[in-house]
Nanobody, 124 residues
Framework: QVQLVESGGGLVQAGGSLRLSCAAS????????MGWFRQAPGKEREFVAG????????SYADFVKGRFTISRDNAENTVYLQMNSLKPEDTAVYYC?????????????????WGQGTQVTVSS
């Protein structure tokens, strides 16, 4: 029903910036809450940022607050994650996720659809 494709990952030096994009299929995108998660090798997938169906509410993990910004463009079926002041510990695979419920979710189990992920590597 919904397909998500991330892009924008890559290799960047510490202190640099990247902008991740998540393109979604489906006409009901504007009804979904959206989130970004990340997973490093040997670690659990963790919440990074999320937004409700309209973009009017956002939530951030403490370790990215002030550095990352989530936004969405419902007309383009796209959600973004602007990442600034990147640190080596930000290195992970970043996943876009969608919840069929419009209320903002912060847990993995709250999301129904997942992208394949995009690798972000921050060098020291």
């Amino acid at each position: 029903q919904v397909q998500l494709v991330e892009s924008g990952g890559g290799l960047v030096q510490a202190g640099g910036s990247l902008r991740l994009s998540c393109a979604a299929s489906g006409r009901t995108f504007s009804r979904y809450a959206m989130g970004w998660f990340r997973q490093a090798p040997g670690k659990e997938r963790e919440f990074v940022a999320g937004t409700n169906w309209s973009g009017g509410r956002t939530s951030y993990a403490d370790f990215v607050k002030g550095r990352f910004t989530i936004s969405r463009d419902n007309a383009e079926n796209t959600v973004y994650l602007q990442m600034n002041s990147l640190k080596p510990e930000d290195t992970a695979v970043y996943y876009c996720a969608a919840s069929s419920r419009g209320e903002l979710r912060v847990g993995v189990r709250g999301y129904d659809y997942w992208g394949q992920g995009t690798q972000v590597t921050v060098s020291s």
